[in-house]
């Protein structure tokens, strides 16, 4: 038997499929639903998890989501592929289980068993010691990132090659325009994305810690 480049545990990808079934969400490119994905769901699955072994896992274009925003501008997001829903969430899972316990306990965006609610309830206990509130926004971040920079940030915490390879193939994919036209992207991770809250996450957590000590 070919040994497979990469050792991607088949648990990944199957649970990264019930997360995408939990969410739904809509189709991708190839205008595949989910129902379309079940009808074929073993096969579908073991091809993801083959080719992510194999190192022969390419994600296709995203498709381009424009939502209107009470500024009058708009909100570009990036929807994947059924498929590459799952194949982003099993590569997700593992990232998570080892950099989530870093994170600042006070991050609560985008994290497993954390909540708005969550946040809600830690900002009104902090607002009976303190009497003033600091808001701080990032703008553009998903649109503007640096890709070198989350790859160096993978890379810091020494994620294996395979993890590292596919993040970057999810950072380059090209951007399918509401009009089907292919975009190319040098930079930004698409909100819409299943890894890119993460990403996110892993790449402001340096500075967010900084902050945060700096104020207590």
């Not at 080719?51 to 209107?68: A, D």
């Not at 292919?182 to 810690?209: D, H, K, M, W, Y």
Request: hydrophobic share 35%; charged share 25%; glycine share 6%.
């Amino acid at each position: 038997m070919q040994r497979k480049a990469f050792e991607v545990p088949k648990s990944l990808v199957w649970m990264a499929y019930q997360d995408v079934r939990r969410n739904r969400g809509a189709p991708g490119c190839d205008g595949q639903t989910l129902t379309d994905f079940d009808r074929q769901r073993d096969h579908n699955l073991y091809r993801i998890w083959n080719r992510l072994c194999s190192g022969s896992y390419f994600p296709p274009p995203v498709r381009e989501k424009r939502i209107p925003k009470d500024n009058g501008k708009e909100r570009i997001l990036g929807i994947p592929t059924v498929s590459d829903r799952v194949a982003q969430g099993a590569v997700k899972r593992y990232v998570e289980a080892v950099i989530d316990p870093i994170f600042h306990p006070d991050s609560y965006g985008y994290r497993p068993g954390r909540s708005a609610h969550d946040a809600l309830r830690q900002c009104s206990i902090r607002c009976r010691r303190k009497n003033w509130v600091l808001e701080v926004d990032i703008s553009a971040f998903f649109d503007h990132v640096g890709h070198d920079l989350i790859i160096k940030a993978l890379e810091h915490h020494q994620m294996p090659k395979w993890v590292i390879l596919y993040c970057r193939r999810w950072l380059q994919a090209p951007m399918q325009s509401e009009m089907e036209l292919l975009q190319e992207r040098g930079r930004g991770t698409p909100q819409g994305g299943v890894i890119s809250p993460l990403l996110a996450n892993l790449l402001n957590r340096p500075g967010f810690r900084r902050h945060l000590h700096a104020l207590n």
